[in-house]
C-alpha cells in the first residue's frame, strides 16, 4: 500500500507564504503525475496545480504567479510553495498522486492540510 502524509498548513496573514508538502510512502514503483487540490467549504474539489513527468506544470489563474508546484523524485515528494497569500485561499488543501506501485496503478489522495489566512 501506498501512504501520503501531507504537512505544512497553518495560519498566516494576508501576503505571506506557506509550503505544503506532501510525502508518498510504501510501495511506489514510479510516480508521473502530481496534483494539488482543494475545496472550499460549500464548494466541489479544484485543481490548483499539477506538474507531470517531472515537468509539465499547469496552474489554475487563481493561484498563477503566486504558487509553485515542485517534486523531489528521490524523496517521491511534491510540495506548493504559496507565496503573497489571500484570504480567499484559505480552504483545505490536498495532494493527488498518480503512478504505480506495487500491485499496480496508483492513484490516492492525501488526508488534506487546513490553510487559513486572515486579512
Known amino acids: 500500500q501506498v501512504q501520503l502524509e ?6 498566516v496573514q494576508a501576503g505571506e507564504s506557506l509550503r505544503l508538502s506532501c510525502v508518498a510512502s510504501g510501495s511506489v514503483v514510479s ?17 490548483i496545480a499539477s506538474i507531470t513527468n517531472g515537468a509539465a506544470k499547469n496552474y489554475a489563474d487563481s493561484v498563477n504567479d503566486r504558487f509553485t508546484i515542485s517534486t523531489d523524485n528521490d524523496k517521491n515528494a511534491v ?15 490536498y495532494c493527488v498522486t498518480r503512478g504505480y506501485c506495487d500491485s499496480g496503478n ?3 489522495w492525501g488526508q488534506g492540510t487546513q490553510v487559513t489566512v486572515s486579512a
Open 6 to 11: 501531507e504537512s505544512g498548513g497553518g495560519l
Open 31 to 47: 510516480i508521473n503525475k502530481w496534483a494539488w487540490w482543494r475545496q472550499a467549504p460549500g464548494k466541489e474539489r479544484d485543481v
Open 79 to 93: 510540495y506548493l510553495q504559496m507565496n503573497n497569500l489571500k484570504p480567499e485561499d484559505t480552504t483545505v488543501y
Open 106 to 108: 496508483l492513484a490516492k
